[in-house]
């Protein structure tokens, strides 16, 4: 079964240090991975996408992650936390359906706090 | 530009009432998704559809739940009867046909079933 994992429920980390928000995936094909955020009482907000090319992708907010197809994992990074990147991280992934369609598979989220 | 826009943002009704929740998505975008969202089973994806076509109801959980999609901009999903069980936040997203690209969240409405 397709499936994406991200094992940790909560990610603590002070403030000024770097973070990381751990996602792996279980998917045949090229899948498109995707990370999203979600502040309390919001919607998913699209932080930064891979598809194809560079293996370190930037996004919004100076996040960035970095796709491993041999670990099939695209883990979420930040240099240095702010308190306002508190928040719940979901990583999502677009399996290779072999035709058009967004539907995506969503991991169950992990809840980053950051320490002032 | 407007983003995905969900009303009510928040709704309390007895068991056994009609819920109806609605969506207008991003204008121009062909996919319209509906996810709930609980504790216990974090994010889960309801129905999707496409030109306004319903493509994938496998997440329906019953016959209770339906969903319409009349026009490019509207969306409605109902709940008849609803139960307590069905508490949860539901999100509307939609997104624009290309693959790969990232679908667009409302901010939700939160349901709460007496």
């Known amino acids: 079964a397709q499936s994406v994992a991200q094992p940790e429920d909560q990610v603590n980390v002070a403030e000024g240090n770097p973070l990381t928000v751990k996602c792996t995936y279980s998917v045949s094909g090229n899948p498109y991975l995707f990370w999203y955020v979600q502040y309390p009482n919001r919607g998913l907000q699209f932080l930064l996408k891979y598809i194809t090319g560079d293996n370190l992708v930037k996004g919004s907010y100076g996040f960035e992650a970095e796709f491993n197809k041999s670990q099939t994992s695209f883990h979420l990074k930040k240099p240095s936390a702010l308190v306002s990147d508190s928040a719940l991280y979901f990583c999502a992934v677009r399996p290779d359906y072999g035709g058009a369609t967004n539907k995506l598979i969503f991991g169950t989220g992990t809840l980053l706090a950051v320490q002032p | 530009d407007a983003g995905v826009i969900q009303s009510p943002r928040h709704e309390v009704t007895e068991m056994g009432q009609e819920v109806t929740l609605r969506c207008k998505p991003i204008?121009?975008?062909?996919?319209l998704f509906w996810y709930r969202q609980t504790m216990m089973r974090g994010l889960e994806l309801l129905i999707y559809f496409n030109n306004n076509v319903p493509i994938d109801d496998s997440g329906m959980p019953e016959d209770r739940f339906s969903a319409k999609m009349p026009n490019a901009s509207f969306s409605t999903l109902k709940i008849q009867p609803s139960e307590p069980r069905d508490s949860a936040v539901y999100f509307c997203a939609s997104s624009i046909k290309t693959t790969g690209q990232p679908q667009h969240f409302g901010d939700g409405t939160r349901l709460s079933i007496l």
């Open positions: 204008s121009g975008h062909d996919y």
